[in-house]
């Protein structure tokens, strides 16, 4: 083995020599991450010869080959949670079923809650409620009047509570209502903002756009056309948006032509920043100081276990000042996407807590103060449209409303309280708030001998299953059960709003222990194969599938 190893050394070497453009090649290969997330060409062939199947009544509840006993609780414990949603929610399953075959996103998140070949038999035995009526402090009521502490955070919107961004949405369209729908000219409050997100962000410029996938759009095609370059590169893992070219893999029907997903925080990624000459910038999501290397970790694939290490904050951000350094010697535009994370890590988002300045930052989220909104902030160089020797050579971006005056209102109203001392004593000690809450929810997880652990960057955490399990991820509906809300994604992604008290939180760790133990009580982690038997039960049931298809 020792001198097939040596033999293929030698051959790198002579390749090196004799052809540097072999030599780049395999550089860009051993930068990719092992894996289907680190090879999304491989991953998209393969979801499409992946065969369907659905387990049965029979299969279901002994998929990890339990014994009749075993499934029975089981059984029993799916029935009490079927009765209970359906005797406590009864109108917001009815306009949610109305709603299903008329809403697509509705149809596609419905069937992508758990894993697969669980979900056709689990939506024929209850409905999850799409619908909610009214929201206050830290929770939302649903349309039976029944509330649930809400850990989705809105996608990541919700930094400051609810109640903040009603009051940021009234005073947006307090001040915008006398101007209307006039677009194209700008309200004034379109100078105030662009002030404000210049200082915070430490950028020359603003363009504003309508979503957070638009703002990255504009900022690597600011980046290509400044650069002369095709390439863009990304970390594996890390969501940018649903535009094309930022998703290469599963997803997107076509592959992602122009982009290299390289492995996040490895020397050989940055080997291939210096020694390629087509890369016109660098995206980062530093959200995946989380999950290095890994997409948002959805129920949807958790076949397994799910391991998380803890984040290691300055491994991180050791990181992102070397890729500053190379991106500087080689041209590259570093984008900082702090569409997720800005705003809520520190006030000047990712940039501040680590201490990097990026060439182009984009924006979303939150900044709208409740209201849809993209923004980049970037340097001067990198931001302008035109070139004052070729004026038919220009980077065009436009946008019917982008800078609508009820948005760039409630933006205001935003960037105006974030300079109050309410909420700049928030950001105050934060990180170590968090570190704290989140070894008391695991310190409590631990003594209960639940086998779940809490991971978080911040007021950003995720559930992880640490040993193997196949039902791990029916804990999303006993959450549901004690009036934890999630997004459809699941245990993996809870995101708390900043303003939540200490009582809050002990709350939240009250019923999420409570959920813990009655999915114990009803056997879903009892009998937990080992993984080799797991993986074995997982390509048995592949092959069946792949042999019926
Ligand atoms: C880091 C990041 N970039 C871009 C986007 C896309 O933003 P939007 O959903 O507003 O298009 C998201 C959305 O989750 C995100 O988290």
Redesign the pocket.
């Known amino acids: 083995m020792t001198t097939e190893l040596l033999a293929l050394g030698s051959a790198a070497a002579a390749a090196a020599l004799l052809a540097p453009r072999a030599w780049r090649r395999a550089q860009l290969s051993l930068a990719k991450q092992p894996g289907l997330a680190g090879h999304s060409r491989i991953a998209l062939r393969l979801a499409r010869w992946l065969p369907g199947y659905d387990l049965d009544e029979s299969r279901f509840f002994g998929a990890d080959d339990a014994p009749e006993a075993l499934q029975q609780r089981r059984r029993a414990g799916l029935a009490r949670l079927a009765t209970g949603f359906k005797s406590r929610h009864p109108r917001t399953l009815e306009l949610t079923q109305a709603a299903r075959q008329l809403v697509s996103d509705l149809q596609f998140t419905g069937r992508y809650r758990v894993p697969f070949p669980f979900s056709r038999y689990l939506r024929e035995q209850f409905g999850v409620g799409a619908f909610l009526e009214q929201a206050d402090g830290n929770q939302v009521q649903d349309l039976d009047g029944q509330r649930f502490w809400d850990l989705t955070g809105s996608?990541?919107v919700n930094v400051f509570g609810h109640g903040f961004y009603q009051r940021t949405m009234t005073e947006g369209a307090r001040r915008a209502l006398p101007l209307g729908v006039v677009l194209g000219s700008y309200h004034p409050a379109v100078l105030d903002v662009a002030q404000r997100l210049t200082r915070l962000s430490g950028q020359d410029e603003v363009s504003f756009h309508m979503?957070?996938?638009?703002?990255?759009m504009q900022a690597v095609r600011l980046a290509r056309y400044h650069s002369g370059r095709k390439k863009i590169v990304r970390f594996c893992g890390?969501?940018?948006?649903?535009w094309g070219e930022v998703q290469p893999g599963p997803g997107n029907p076509l592959p992602a032509e122009h982009t290299y997903t390289l492995r996040d925080m490895d020397e050989r990624s940055l080997g291939v920043l210096r020694s390629r000459n087509d890369i016109a910038c660098v995206l980062v999501?530093p959200?995946q100081a989380l999950h290095p290397n890994r997409p948002a970790p959805g129920d949807s694939a958790l076949l397994g276990s799910r391991v998380i290490a803890p984040v290691d904050l300055d491994a991180y951000g050791r990181w992102l000042r070397r890729l500053r350094e190379v991106c500087s010697e080689r041209g590259i535009a570093l984008i900082f996407?702090?569409?997720?994370?800005g705003f809520r890590l520190a006030p000047g988002g990712a940039q501040q807590l680590f201490g990097v300045n990026a060439d182009l930052v984009?924006y979303?989220?939150t900044l709208g103060g409740g209201l849809?909104?993209?923004v980049v902030c970037g340097k001067s160089a990198w931001m302008r449209r035109f070139r004052d020797d070729k004026p038919a050579d220009i980077c065009f971006a436009r946008g019917t409303f982008n800078a609508h005056p009820q948005v760039i209102c409630a933006m205001q109203a935003f960037l105006e309280a974030l300079e109050s001392p309410a909420i700049q004593a928030i950001y105050e000690g934060q990180a170590k708030r968090w570190d704290e809450r989140a070894a008391r929810f695991n310190q409590a997880l631990q003594q209960a001998g639940h086998p779940v652990q809490v991971r978080h960057l911040q007021s950003i955490w995720t559930l992880a299953f640490p040993t193997p399990g196949r039902y791990h991820w029916m804990l999303q509906f006993y959450l549901r059960e004690q009036g934890l809300l999630l997004s459809w994604v699941g245990s993996g992604r809870i995101v708390f709003s900043l303003d939540v008290s200490e009582a809050d939180m002990d709350e939240v760790l009250r019923r999420l222990l409570a959920a813990c133990a009655q999915m114990r009580a009803d056997g879903w982690w009892d009998g937990a194969p080992s993984s080799k038997q797991l993986k074995r039960q997982l390509l048995m049931e592949t092959w069946r599938a792949w042999r019926q298809a």
């Open positions: 996608y990541g979503s957070g996938t638009e703002a990255v890390a969501y940018h948006g649903w999501n959200l996407d702090e569409v997720f994370v984009t979303g989220k849809p909104v993209g």
